[in-house]
């Protein structure tokens, strides 16, 4: 499987890939047309999928005229067939499909948004993450819980360590200072901050991660971890409570 990276918008990322073996083309949350098109264009000059995370606008916002342009067929959660624009496949959770002959499992992941799923390739070890986790951060929770968030987030940190991880924007140096904040004794942090700024000062993506680096460095990951506990002044707090509290800090990060 080839996965090439295309930034769209401010900071978001929008990614295409092809399965080799049946050059079957899918893109996974398109923001806009006009990059994915060039990017579309350069590569493969065709399109048979597109792949929706969750309905928010900067990861459908080229749904309708790349269905157009190209003829193809649009997936997503069954829950936001009314929010996803021009949806044609309905997905439930754990559903197994197929990117020619690629194959692809659907995990259902709510909390950021209440149709929110993230695209897994077990043989591959790659997952797409949309606005769920994100290197060193979560998605905000808009439409969900709590709970959910952090039970989703701990379905992602089960998948195998090598598993690279794909999410939905660039926003890892601002989740950086927030892990440094209430990780400070954390030294995978440190290793991965110099790993940041020579990625950064190469003008290139710091996507993907790994579900290992994740546990590693993620705060949002570590609730568990004594440091941030303690950098929270919340000792005794259950697993739940320090993940709330650190996503209600991040908000006013
Ligand atoms: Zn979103
Ligand atoms: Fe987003």
Request: hydrophobic share 30%; with cysteine; net charge neutral.
């Amino acid at each position: 499987m080839d996965i090439e990276i295309i930034p769209c918008l401010n900071d978001n990322y929008s990614y295409l890939l092809k399965d080799n073996q049946t050059d079957t083309v899918a893109i996974i949350d398109p923001s806009e047309f006009g990059p994915c098109d060039k990017k579309i264009n350069q590569k493969y000059k065709k399109l048979d999928l597109i792949l929706n995370t969750h309905h928010h606008f900067d990861h459908v916002g080229g749904n309708a005229e790349l269905k157009k342009k190209y003829g193809a067929k649009i997936l997503g959660f069954e829950n936001d067939k009314k929010r996803i624009p021009e949806i044609d496949t309905l997905l439930k959770d754990g559903q197994e499909f197929k990117i020619g002959n690629l194959n692809v499992k659907t995990i259902f992941i709510p909390g950021h948004t209440s149709g929110h799923i993230a695209f897994y390739f077990e043989k591959e070890k790659v997952v797409f993450t949309g606005d769920t986790l994100f290197s060193l951060g979560c998605g905000r929770v808009f439409e969900g819980t709590y709970q959910q968030m952090f039970e989703s987030l701990n379905k992602i940190k089960s998948l195998p360590g090598d598993t690279k991880i794909y999410c939905g924007h660039e926003y890892t140096k601002n989740n950086l200072g927030f892990c440094i904040k209430f990780n400070p004794n954390n030294k995978y942090l440190k290793y991965k901050e110099k790993m940041l700024e020579a990625k950064i000062k190469d003008g290139k993506p710091t996507i993907p991660s790994t579900i290992k680096e994740e546990i590693q460095t993620n705060i949002f990951l570590r609730y568990n971890d004594v440091d941030v506990k303690d950098a929270l002044n919340l000792k005794n707090a259950s697993d739940l409570e320090i993940f709330t509290k650190l996503r209600d800090l991040k908000d006013n990060f």
